[in-house]
T-cell receptor, first 112, second 113 residues
Framework: QKEVEQNSGPLSVPEGAIASLNCTYSDRGSQSFFWYRQYSGKSPELIMS????GDKEDGRFTAQLNKASQYVSLLIRDSQPSDSATYLCAVEFYNQGGKLIFGQGTELSVKP | DAGVIQSPRHEVTEMGQEVTLRCKPI?????LFWYRQTMMRGLELLIY????????DSGMPEDRFSAKMPNASFSTLKIQPSEPRDSAVYFC???????????FGPGTRLTVL
């Protein structure tokens, strides 16, 4: 069983729509959660980090965390073609000293 | 500030040859991570160091892979001998200790013929 799972893509949304990316994880003791964006041929770059239950907003991006359900999501409002990339969910499992487990990623395509 | 630096950016080698990948973490970061990314397996953690000490090498595929961190500003990942299935993009990332953002280098694209 995978430890961090993301909804399979590719996900295609029209420009201006809301893109919803989902991630579940297996370790109930996990405390730190990250969303990375990776453009084709580039390295992952951090978009959001979230540590507490609830929502965290940063511009057009909102991360949502529900530890009871072991679920974290990323919403992208007013999606732009430049948001087209692969989005990686990463979880630091309990007492792992900074080690992150990455999901397989969800490819997002925003159509003009 | 300079980000994580990796070299070489591209490496093409023949099966059986030794390959050495290099990484310079961000100054002040105490944790360093080596990842491998392929289409089939995604982003996999190979090994990570805290304060230059290897903490978890359970992701290292086999004895052909080795990693060192002789000081806080330099790490190497060595593959000897290399095989075609080692072809992948290898990323180095660094962070401060504890649950903190990991910053990735540009990666080394390795092709083993």
């Amino acid at each position: 069983q995978k430890e961090v799972e993301q909804n399979s893509g590719p996900l295609s949304v029209p420009e201006g729509a809301i893109a919803s990316l989902n991630c579940t994880y297996s370790d109930r003791g996990s405390q730190s959660f990250f969303w990375y964006r990776q453009y084709s041929g580039k390295s992952p770059e951090l978009i959001m980090s979230i540590y507490s239950n609830g929502d965290k907003e940063d511009g057009r991006f909102t991360a949502q965390l529900n530890k009871a359900s072991q679920y974290v999501s990323l919403l992208i409002r007013d999606s732009q073609p430049s948001d087209s990339a692969t989005y990686l969910c990463a979880v630091e499992f309990y007492n792992q000293g900074g080690k992150l487990i990455f999901g397989q990623g969800t490819e997002l395509s925003v159509k003009p | 500030d300079a980000g994580v630096i990796q070299s070489p950016r591209h490496e093409v080698t023949e099966m059986g040859q030794e390959v050495t990948l290099r990484c310079k973490p961000i100054s002040g970061h105490n944790s360093l991570f080596w990842y491998r990314q392929t289409m089939m397996r995604g982003l996999e953690l190979l090994i990570y160091f805290n304060n230059n000490v290897p903490i978890d090498d359970s992701g290292m595929p086999e004895d052909r892979f080795s990693a060192k961190m002789p000081n806080a500003s330099f790490s190497t990942l060595k593959i000897q001998p290399s095989e075609p299935r080692d072809s992948a993009v290898y990323f180095c990332a660094s962070s401060r200790l504890g649950p903190d953002t990991q910053y990735f280098g540009p990666g080394t694209r390795l092709t083993v013929l």
